[in-house]
């Protein structure tokens, strides 16, 4: 009882902090509510009993993504008053893509029925002889490992791109040249120079 009471809560407070996430005028707002359904979501999943996929979201998306989101946020400057003034011109388009985000979650689950296998898998998320932790990696690094490496190569993907779309190059701004500090000689390096007692290299 306790514990279905625990999951009621933690998933209200989840999808009511996503919500706010998206419907927050206010930028910290919004990255705050996000820290919070981070929360909601490590509290799930330590329910499930992945008490490793709950540490991994505090440490991770909450102790450095979301806190780097919230510093970047802060350091913007924002005009809130331009973010106010275009929200009744995007709102009939933002009203019909959550009537049709809202169907197709509705179709889902009118949909929705449960697998025969599912019973079996609640009942023993993972083997006996097991830890949480060798589960996950049993399950990533043998069963599903070619979908993790695909999806590393897409996130590596991703972030080249990135790094490419917003690299600029302006003159006059120091800049490490590694082809040149690699292949320069000794004479190009070095510099000896004969001083003199007393004068110094002046």
Same mark, same amino acid.
């Given at each position: 009882?306790?514990?279905a009471?625990?999951?009621?809560i933690?998933s209200?407070v989840?999808?009511?902090s996503?919500?706010?996430?998206?419907?927050?005028?206010?930028?910290?707002?919004a990255?705050?509510?996000l820290?919070?359904a981070?929360f909601?979501a490590a509290?799930?999943?330590v329910?499930?009993g992945?008490?490793?996929l709950?540490?991994?979201l505090?440490? %991770?998306?909450v102790?450095?993504v &979301?806190v =780097?989101? @919230?510093f $970047?946020? +802060?350091?913007?400057d /924002?005009?809130?008053?331009?973010?106010?003034?275009?929200?009744?011109?995007y709102a009939p388009?933002?009203?019909?893509?959550?009537?049709?985000?809202a169907?197709?979650?509705?179709?889902?689950?009118?949909?929705?029925?449960?697998?025969?296998?599912?019973?079996a898998n609640?009942a023993?998320?993972?083997?006996?002889?097991?830890?949480?932790?060798?589960?996950l990696?049993a399950?990533?690094y043998?069963?599903? %490992?070619?979908y993790f490496?695909m &999806?590393? =190569?897409? @996130?590596? $993907?991703? +972030?080249i791109?990135? /790094?490419?779309?917003?690299?600029?190059h302006?003159?006059?701004?120091?800049r490490q040249?590694?082809?040149?500090?690699t292949t320069?000689?000794?004479?190009?390096?070095?510099?000896?120079?004969d001083?003199?007692?007393?004068?110094g290299?002046g």
């Amino acid at each position: 009882m306790l514990q279905a009471a625990a999951f009621y809560i933690l998933s209200a407070v989840a999808v009511l902090s996503a919500f706010m996430v998206v419907a927050a005028r206010n930028p910290v707002r919004a990255v705050l509510f996000l820290i919070l359904a981070f929360f909601a979501a490590a509290g799930l999943f330590v329910l499930l009993g992945a008490e490793f996929l709950a540490m991994i979201l505090v440490i %991770v998306y909450v102790g450095a993504v &979301a806190v =780097l989101f @919230l510093f $970047v946020v +802060m350091m913007l400057d /924002i005009d809130f008053a331009a973010l106010k003034a275009g929200f009744s011109t995007y709102a009939p388009l933002g009203g019909l893509v959550a009537l049709a985000l809202a169907a197709i979650l509705a179709m889902t689950g009118f949909a929705w029925v449960s697998a025969e296998s599912a019973g079996a898998n609640i009942a023993a998320p993972t083997p006996a002889d097991m830890t949480n932790i060798e589960a996950l990696g049993a399950l990533i690094y043998d069963r599903y %490992v070619l979908y993790f490496q695909m &999806a590393g =190569l897409i @996130l590596l $993907v991703a +972030m080249i791109g990135a /790094i490419v779309l917003t690299l600029r190059h302006r003159d006059g701004v120091k800049r490490q040249d590694m082809h040149r500090q690699t292949t320069r000689s000794r004479e190009d390096s070095v510099e000896v120079v004969d001083v003199e007692r007393g004068e110094g290299i002046g």
